[in-house]
């Protein structure tokens, strides 16, 4: 059974239609990818994965458990890092990833522990007790890695992670993802980076105007040209931004 | 409901909160357990010296005195949750979502109701000293006057009125928020000019309404009219203590235990709100249907200002129109003039107060350039990075910068100086000496306010952002003052009569000496403020 299932939902805000009848699994282990241009509904289609957006129709399901039925117990089985993470900047580190800890439930040992390596692993630990208004991009977004890691999530629901991370800690964010898909988590993953899709993810969704335009394996995924091409070249060409040469030729650089 | 999750979102929300009204410090004091520890000096100081004064008040005063305690026990309740509703409306409303929103928590297992407590919690929290400085002033008049069987009941009903207080702004900020998006979404420019003015009558009437004659008379009416108020929800506490005071202990239990029913109704209708509103709607707001980019800076009356000077002046409008966060600031010079001539106007023998009431008026151009200037480089934030990268000339800046602060402070001031020589003439001649030297200050103040705001800026926006430090705010208030004490000092006393005779030199002087101490005090604000500006520029 998909750890994350969508079936037929969509979303609109006014007149924009941001997801349109959206079909989307991701299996225990799968590390999905969803990709599409700026403004396809890939954040909105997880924030409705969280419960944090209520769909128009359609239904969601996390690990079994309805989102729209029981979003606090859903979001006790995922783990989120946001697009822009929204921290309270006026908190240290510390205070923030306790209140995150308590939220999930977690003893002040399981805190102290898993917090405490986690920390460790993302160089964070010297910053710990500093007020997060100070922090950098890459430091905020290691804050928020931290919050979604921290309780063991069976679903990861990751919207631009590796935004503002340095090389070494990127990697290592991307070594965790494989280690816990190998433990069996299933984690859905957007970026603008095709190349990190490409490295990171075993399958691969990519939207846009809120519908799914292809999906499959990375190597499904680049023979849809029907000859060897990147994933770039793919997506460009699916989302209909392939003419970007003669756009660049039409500017009066 | 989860007690330890609630403990630890409140306390939270406290820290955040009282470390952004301080610039982000870790200070000592933002501290839960420290707070309680102020809270009791906040009652036992004011305890001390209530015991200090009642030890000199004669045995004669007891009866009044019992009469005023239980005015005061009646009216501490509603005191308490139009205290925090005003509050709430001037700070907590504006926060951004980096102190205390739920779109930093919104992902998590909590439940809106856990939410919508905790961020009551600690609202009241925050607000608990008011209460503790009653209760420390109070006791000793209560003890005093025989009345502490009232004093007990009417600090647990403030204490209930102030949660009742801190969920209803909760209510506030769901719908607030939604009001502003929907507005924004259906109607763009007119939704953004009819929300400002909605705000800005909001401060105006809640400042008004606070004002202590207003207060004493809407207490005196409660007291009278008892039958009437009690169908409104939010009295019921003070119906309550009436009841105390009268010693009818039925429908004194009867109100108490409606209060707390009512409070329990406020907090479920803020969790379903909560529920409803829990993630902000995405807005985009789009001010014309064409969707073709039309340079706009550069064209329109321009009044002396280069394309760049007139860009960045039509910034600031904008940034002035469309923050609600700087509404308050709108509607601080309203406020400042309404309410220092209100009292006035309306005093018996009004015809005799021509001349105090021009001279009340000069306040406009002490305080409100003052104001708008200081702010203007403080409320860029982060983005003042924007105008630091970008090739702009000091004597640029300051022109664009200054732009609101000139108009918004010389409209007012014409408008009430005009005003007034309508209501009670002086003559054209002393208007029009009033209105020029009024428009020097302005143009002082405002180069005085830029130069601070450029020295002494504070980015961080939050809960009570003042833009500027307290150093600054404080030097600056300092330094406009005296610029306006001395450019304003000969024409006022010209005006005001009787110089001659103390000085010794004739009046016609004065008007003329104002003009060139005026300018002196122009060109040496002026070098201030360009200083300050360059400064800024190349050392940030």
Redesign the interface.
């Given at each position: 059974m998909a750890n994350i299932s969508l079936m037929d939902v969509s979303k609109s805000?006014?007149e924009?239609k941001a997801v349109n009848s959206l079909n989307l699994s991701v299996e225990p282990g799968e590390v999905m990818g969803l990709l599409g241009p700026n403004g396809s509904g890939k954040s909105t289609t997880m924030?409705i994965i969280?419960g944090?957006?209520k769909p128009d129709s359609g239904s969601v399901t996390v690990c079994g458990v309805d989102v729209g039925a029981h979003p606090?117990?859903a979001?006790?089985l995922?783990g989120?890092v946001?697009e822009t993470p929204?921290?309270?900047?006026?908190?240290?580190a510390a205070?923030?990833l306790?209140?995150?800890g308590?939220?999930?439930?977690l003893t002040s040992e399981e805190r102290r522990d898993r917090v405490g390596e986690l920390l460790q692993v993302l160089q964070m630990d010297t910053h710990v007790n500093e007020?997060m208004?100070?922090f950098s991009q890459g430091m905020r977004q290691k804050v928020a890695l931290i919050s979604a890691l921290m309780h063991r999530p069976k679903v990861l629901i990751l919207d631009e992670p590796l935004n503002g991370l340095d090389p070494r800690s990127a990697r290592i964010v991307k070594e965790i993802l494989h280690r816990l898909a190998g433990e069996g988590v299933s984690i859905l993953f957007s970026t603008h980076v095709l190349e990190i899709a490409d490295a990171i993810c075993n399958a691969i969704t990519i939207i846009g105007e809120g519908s799914v335009v292809a999906k499959g394996t990375p190597q499904e995924i680049k023979d849809m040209t029907g000859k060897s091409s990147s994933l770039e070249d793919v997506f460009l060409k699916l989302t209909g931004g392939e003419d970007t040469e003669k756009l660049v030729e039409a500017l009066r650089l | 409901m989860r007690p330890r999750l609630i403990a630890a979102l409140s306390s939270a929300l406290f820290k955040s909160y009282l470390r952004a009204s301080r610039g982000g410090r870790i200070s000592f004091f933002s501290k839960p357990r420290v707070m309680l520890l102020v809270d009791a000096a906040s009652f036992l100081i004011p305890l001390a010296f209530a015991l200090w004064i009642m030890g000199m008040v004669p045995e004669d005063y007891t009866a009044a005195l019992a009469t005023l305690v239980a005015k005061a026990m009646i009216g501490v309740p509603i005191l308490m949750t139009s205290a925090v509703i005003v509050a709430g409306l001037l700070f907590e409303l504006g926060q951004g979502s980096a102190i205390s929103s739920s779109e930093a928590v919104n992902w998590l297992p909590l439940t809106p109701g856990e939410y919508v407590v905790s961020s009551a919690l600690s609202t009241s929290f925050v607000y608990s000293e008011v209460l503790a400085i009653i209760a420390g002033l109070t006791l000793p008049l209560a003890l005093r006057s025989g009345l502490i069987s009232l004093w007990l009941p009417a600090m647990l009903l403030s204490a209930l009125s102030l949660m009742l207080g801190a969920l209803i702004v909760e209510i506030l900020r769901s719908v607030m928020n939604r009001v502003s998006s929907t507005v924004y979404r259906r109607s763009g420019r007119l939704g953004m000019v009819s929300r400002l003015v909605a705000l800005v009558l909001l401060f105006v009437v809640i400042q008004l309404a606070f004002q202590p004659y207003l207060l004493y008379y809407v207490l005196g009416q409660l007291t009278t009219g008892v039958e009437v108020f009690w169908i409104i929800p939010i009295v019921w506490p003070a119906i309550a203590m009436i009841n105390f005071t009268t010693g009818d202990l039925f429908r004194a239990a009867l109100f108490s235990g409606l209060s707390i029913v009512f409070v329990l109704v406020v907090y479920e209708a803020a969790s379903q709100l909560r529920r409803i509103y829990w993630s902000p709607v995405p807005i985009s707001i789009s001010y014309d249907s064409s969707a073709e980019y039309i340079p706009q800076a550069s064209s329109g009356l321009r009044l002396g200002y280069n394309p760049l000077e007139a860009a960045l002046a039509l910034k600031e409008f904008r940034a002035l129109l469309r923050r609600k966060e700087l509404a308050r600031f709108i509607a601080i010079p309203i406020v400042i003039v309404v309410s220092s001539m209100l009292p006035i106007l309306l005093s018996p023998g009004g015809g005799d107060i021509k001349e105090p009431i021009f001279v009340v008026s000069l306040i406009i151009p002490f305080l409100v350039p003052l104001m708008f200037s200081m702010i203007t480089i403080g409320q860029e934030g982060k983005s003042v990075i924007n105008l630091l990268t970008l090739p702009i000339k000091p004597s640029e800046l300051i022109k664009g910068k200054l732009a609101p602060a000139w108009l918004i402070s010389g409209v007012a001031t014409l408008g009430v100086v005009l005003g007034l020589e309508f209501i009670t003439p002086i003559g054209l001649i002393n208007v029009s000496e009033i209105l020029m030297t009024a428009f020097l200050v302005i143009l002082i103040n405002s180069f005085v306010g830029l130069g601070v705001g450029a020295r002494w800026p504070d980015y961080n926006v939050g809960a009570r952002s003042r833009y500027v430090s307290l150093t600054g705010f404080l030097i600056g208030f300092l330094l406009a003052g005296l610029a306006s004490l001395l450019v304003f000092t000969p024409v006022v006393l010209g005006f005001l009569g009787g110089v001659e005779s103390v000085l010794g030199f004739s009046t016609m002087l004065l008007f003329p000496l104002s003009l060139i101490v005026g300018c002196v005090v122009l060109v040496l604000s002026y070098v201030f403020c360009r200083r300050g500006v360059e400064n800024l520029l190349t050392n940030f």
């Open positions: 805000f006014g924009l924030k969280m944090v957006i606090v117990e979001r006790k995922i989120y946001p929204f921290l309270y900047e006026y908190l240290s205070e923030y306790d209140l995150v308590t939220a999930y439930g007020v208004s100070g | -």
